[in-house]
């Protein structure tokens, strides 16, 4: 028989990227721990709407859907706005939408750059600026920035996406740090190759050599990534902070 905890019953999450992938799997997995959550999007869209009603009434949890695009500086100001507006506690920040690329370094337009910047870090960056604001007028908080293994190791083609995972890594610790004494605590997971859309970013053999290498370990499931975002949120990690955790089945 499962056991069931509630490991994040009274706690709010705001949480982006939620209606695909991993961020998905995360609204799915806090939902079932318990959270509230305000789930961010690009765009309101038919099948979101009718995932997070059936999500809602199965776990008895409220969430609330908020649409920004999290490379547009005003949209992310806005929703920032409203999320403060409506919520008085935001216990979790989860930064997890993002964008793959994949090409040599001698092949990467500096328009691709800034392109993938401004979604996987600047778009996170401002976004825990505006709701920090919040934790720490309630002197508690929790950040999870989704990053990735491409952050820490070399993986040739790599280069914007790493480096903009990188970025993300130095983000999270430097706010646990700073923001230490205001009660927020900050982590990052960086998944290795996991089973979601943004796999076709990358070439096919890669993937096929991580699969040959790994076996059913090679390649995470979005499932997995969730349990770890779950601990992350929760307070059985009540005194980590500033950390970085793989969940990659132990492969480089
Ligand atoms: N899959 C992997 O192998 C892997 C490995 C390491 C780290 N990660 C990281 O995990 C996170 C989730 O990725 P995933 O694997 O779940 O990929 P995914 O299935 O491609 O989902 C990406 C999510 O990010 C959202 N997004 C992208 N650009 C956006 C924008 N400009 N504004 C708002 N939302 C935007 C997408 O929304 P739309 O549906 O509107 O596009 C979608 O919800 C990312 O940060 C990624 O870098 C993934």
Redesign the pocket.
């Known amino acids: 028989m499962a056991l069931s905890y509630k490991l994040l019953a009274g706690k709010t999450a705001v949480i982006?990227?939620?209606?695909?992938?991993?961020?998905k799997a995360i609204l799915e997995g806090f939902a079932a721990n318990g959270a509230n959550a305000i789930a961010c999007?690009?765009?309101e869209t038919i099948e979101f709407s009718r995932f997070i009603s059936l999500l809602s009434e199965k776990y008895s949890v409220s969430i609330i859907p908020v649409y920004?695009?999290?490379?547009d500086v005003d949209e992310i100001k806005s929703a920032a706005r409203q999320i403060m507006a409506s919520e008085k506690q935001i216990h979790i920040l989860v930064n997890?939408?993002?964008?793959?690329y994949n090409a040599l370094f001698q092949m990467s337009s500096l328009e691709k750059l800034k392109e993938v910047f401004e979604?996987?870090f600047f778009?996170p960056f401002l976004f825990t600026q505006y709701l920090i604001k919040l934790m720490v007028r309630q002197n508690s908080g929790n950040i999870i920035n989704?990053?990735?293994?491409?952050g820490m190791d070399t993986y040739d083609g790599q280069s914007i996406y790493g480096s903009s995972?990188a970025a993300m890594i130095c983000m999270t610790k430097v706010i646990a740090s700073e923001l230490r004494a205001f009660g927020i605590r900050a982590n990052s997971i960086?998944?290795?190759?996991?089973e979601?859309?943004?796999?076709l970013s990358l070439p096919k053999d890669v993937i096929l050599e991580k699969i040959r290498k790994g076996g059913d370990k090679g390649i995470c499931k979005?499932s997995e990534i969730a349990d770890t975002a779950v601990f992350l949120a929760s307070d059985l990690s009540a005194n980590i902070s500033g950390q970085v955790i793989r969940v990659d089945g132990g492969m480089k």
Do not use: E, H, W, Y
């Open positions: 982006t990227g939620c209606n695909r992938g991993i961020g999007t690009r765009k920004f695009d999290a490379s997890n939408a993002g964008v793959g979604v996987n778009g989704i990053s990735s293994t491409a995972k960086a998944p290795g190759m996991t979601t859309d943004m796999l979005p």
